[in-house]
Nanobody, 125 residues
Framework: QVQLVESGGGLVQAGGSLRLSCAAS????????MAWFRQVPGREREFVAG????????SYADAVKGRFTISRDNAKNTVYLQMNSLKPEDTAVYYC??????????????????WGQGTQVTVSS
């Protein structure tokens, strides 16, 4: 059974930075796409960033391009999201997710079968 545990959320002022981590266990980490999504109460969960199993393919939502960086350390079974130049509109619960298919790079929400519990990120103005 896959377990994903996020950490690193918190309260930060606009313009600041945070680094989220997601530790995975339960199956071979390096062959699955990992991604970060976020959700604001009352709104749909939205894609933030995704990275292929090898780390060779990366994709970002337009809203975070140039500010956020996704990376992974397959030796540590961990995926990261470095968030810089944070804005109040980045405030959300951030979730990491693991892809369903081995060696696939698909980034729709339905392509992910395992989710973490979420970590709150609050950016004050």
């Amino acid at each position: 059974q896959v377990q994903l545990v996020e950490s690193g959320g918190g309260l930060v002022q606009a313009g600041g930075s945070l680094r989220l981590s997601c530790a995975a266990s339960g199956r071979t980490f390096s062959i699955y796409t990992m991604a970060w999504f976020r959700q604001v109460p009352g709104r749909e969960r939205e894609f933030v960033a995704g990275i292929s199993g090898s780390g060779g393919r990366i994709s970002y939502a337009d809203a975070v391009k140039g500010r956020f960086t996704i990376s992974r350390d397959n030796a540590k079974n961990t995926v990261y999201l470095q968030m810089n130049s944070l804005k109040p509109e980045d405030t959300a619960v951030y979730y990491c997710a693991q892809g369903l298919g081995r060696f696939e790079f698909r980034l729709q929400e339905s392509d992910f079968g395992s989710w973490g519990q979420g970590t709150q990120v609050t950016v004050s103005s």
